[in-house]
């Protein structure tokens, strides 16, 4: 099984409003980032560990690195997490196949 990083953007503290509802219940959006990574061969998966995640957080980074290019897929995130608006993440990625180890 093939492992590729993603690239240090992602890894680390970061507000990531865009990346949930725009009408939620979480009052705090600063999430740290422990490890982020792209893992696979013939299926794609994305592994993600944080000290905490918010409702469909994963699923729209996901879709927001999958709508760009691949060299430049976390190179998105900081610039969406700096607008703090859902409107500038992209897409859902649908829910199809999520799994959590813990």
Known sequence: MRSTPVPQPLVGRHDFTAFTFNETYHTRFVRDVLHAEWRGDDALS?????????????RVLVGTMLESRPAHAASMISPVCSRRARSAAGRTAPAHGLYSPA
């Open 46 to 58: 994305f592994w993600i560990e944080a000290d905490s995640f918010m409702r469909q957080m994963n």
